[in-house]
C-alpha cells in the first residue's frame, strides 16, 4: 500500500465544561486532524496533544511540525505492508509518539476500510461492547463534586475517576466513599506527589479505590516501584509508560499493577497491542485513557478497547459530556449499563462531519 496524501487540519473546539487537572485547567481544545489517502482509501486520525507541554512534552505546534516536516517525508510515497509497519517506519524519529500515532491511526482506518472490516476487529478485538468509566475534574468545592458523580452514576457509568492534588485528595475521597460506599472509584493525581508523600498515599487505602493512577513523576518508575511496595491499593502507570520497553520495566520492577493504554502516548496502535500483549501474559489488566479526544480520537479509542486484555473500564465516555456538537456522525453515545457499543461499518464506523471540521479549521496544509 502507498500513502498518497495526507491533509492536516488544526480546529478549535470548546468543551462543554473546564476540565481541571493538577497541572492546569482546559476550557477548549485545538486538536490536530490527519486525513490520510491510501490507494484511494480516507482514513482519519487525531492528535492528543495538548496546547501546553504540561501532560507531556510534544503540544499542538511540535506534533505539526514533526508531522509535516519529518514524518511526512518518511511516509510520503512509501510503499509498506500495512498500518502495522508504520511504527517501525518512523523509528528513525524519537519520540514525538502522540504526531507518529496520529498518522498511523488514520492509515489504520484506511486499511480496515480498504478491508472493508470495522477497525476493532482488524486490530484483534473480542467484545462488541466496552465497559466506561468518567474522569472528573478538580472541582470548587466537595458538595459540586458530589452533585457531579450523582448526574455520572445516574448515566450509568461503571467507575467513577476523579482528579487529585495535594489539597484536594482525602477529603474529596472520603465524601465519596461516605455517600457510596460501594462504587467503583479511583484516583488520578497526574504526577502532583513525591516519593516522601507515601505516608499521604498509605492513607487512601481504607478507602478501597480500585487503583491509584501516575501519583508520582512522569519520567519516574524505580520511586514508583518504591511507593507500589508500601501500598495495598494498586498502582496505575499512566505518563511514565512510553514503549513496550517502558511497560516491561515497570511490570518487572513492581511498579504498577495495572497500565492505563493511552495510543498517543505510546505512539499508536501497534505499539498499544504489543504493551497489551505484553501485559496480558503478565497478568496486568488494562483500560484506555482519555486526552479529551473529539469523535475522532474517541472513535479509535472505542476499537481498541475490544482487545481482550483492555478488561477494566475506561475513560471512553459520551461525546456529549465534552462537546456541544461532535464532529461524528452518529456521537459516541453510552447504554444506561454505562457501556459503548461497536459499530459495524468499516473502519472507525464513525463518519466525520467535514462540514462541521471546516467550519472549526484555523489552519489546513496538504504537505507536498
Ligand atoms: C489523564 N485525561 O488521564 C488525562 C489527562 C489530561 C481524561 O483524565 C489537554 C490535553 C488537556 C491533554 C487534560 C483524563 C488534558 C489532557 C487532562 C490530558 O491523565
Ligand atoms: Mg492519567
Given at each position: 500500500m502507498r500513502l498518497r496524501s495526507v491533509c492536516l487540519r488544526e480546529i478549535h473546539i470548546d468543551l462543554i465544561a473546564p476540565f481541571q487537572t493538577s497541572f492546569g485547567t482546559s476550557h477548549s481544545r485545538r486538536v490536530i486532524l490527519v486525513e490520510v489517502d491510501i490507494d484511494g482509501a480516507t482514513g482519519w486520525g487525531e492528535v492528543?496533544?495538548?496546547?501546553?507541554?504540561?501532560?507531556?512534552?510534544?503540544t499542538v505546534e511540535t506534533a505539526w511540525h514533526v508531522l509535516r516536516d519529518h514524518i511526512w517525508p518518511i511516509l510520503k510515497g512509501r510503499d509498506f505492508r500495512?498500518?502495522?509497519d508504520v511504527f517501525d517506519l518512523l523509528a528513525p524519529i524519537r519520540g514525538h509518539n502522540m504526531a507518529k500515532a496520529g498518522i498511523e491511526s488514520a492509515i489504520w482506518d484506511a486499511e480496515a476500510k480498504a478491508r472493508g472490516i470495522p477497525l476493532w476487529k482488524f486490530l484483534g478485538g473480542t467484545r462488541e461492547e466496552i465497559p466506561c468509566g468518567v474522569s472528573i475534574g478538580i472541582q470548587a468545592t466537595i458538595p459540586e463534586l458530589l452533585a457531579k458523580v450523582e448526574k455520572e452514576l445516574a448515566a450509568g457509568y461503571q467507575r467513577i475517576k476523579i482528579k487529585i492534588k495535594p489539597g484536594w485528595d482525602i477529603e474529596p475521597v472520603r465524601a465519596l466513599r461516605e455517600r457510596w460506599p460501594r462504587i467503583r472509584l479511583m484516583v488520578d493525581a497526574n504526577s502532583a506527589y513525591r516519593l516522601e508523600d507515601a505516608p499521604l498515599l498509605k492513607?487512601?487505602?481504607?478507602?478501597?479505590?480500585?487503583m491509584i493512577e501516575q501519583p508520582l513523576s512522569w519520567d519516574d518508575i524505580y520511586d514508583h516501584a518504591a511507593l507500589q511496595k508500601q501500598l495495598d491499593t494498586p498502582i496505575c502507570l499512566d505518563?511514565?509508560?512510553?514503549s513496550a520497553a517502558d511497560a516491561r520495566v515497570a511490570i518487572e520492577l513492581g511498579a504498577c499493577r495495572i497500565i492505563n493504554v493511552k495510543m498517543g502516548r505510546v505512539g499508536g496502535q501497534t505499539v498499544v497491542r504489543r504493551i497489551h500483549d505484553i501485559c496480558q501474559e503478565k497478568g496486568i489488566p488494562v483500560w484506555c485513557g482519555g486526552m479529551l479526544e473529539t469523535g475522532i480520537g474517541r472513535a479509535q479509542n472505542v476499537a481498541l478497547s475490544t482487545l481482550p486484555d483492555f478488561v477494566l473500564p475506561g475513560d471512553v465516555s459520551a461525546s456529549r459530556r465534552y462537546w456541544i456538537e461532535d464532529i461524528i456522525s452518529p456521537e459516541v453515545e453510552v447504554t444506561p449499563q454505562g457501556t459503548i457499543r461497536v459499530l459495524s461499518k468499516p473502519g472507525i464506523g464513525y463518519a466525520p462531519k467535514l462540514e462541521r471540521i471546516e467550519s472549526l479549521t484555523k489552519r489546513k496544509e496538504l504537505p507536498p
Open positions: 492528543v496533544a495538548g496546547e501546553d507541554p504540561f501532560y507531556s512534552y510534544e500495512a498500518a502495522a492513607s487512601l487505602d481504607p478507602f478501597y479505590l480500585i505518563e511514565s509508560i512510553h
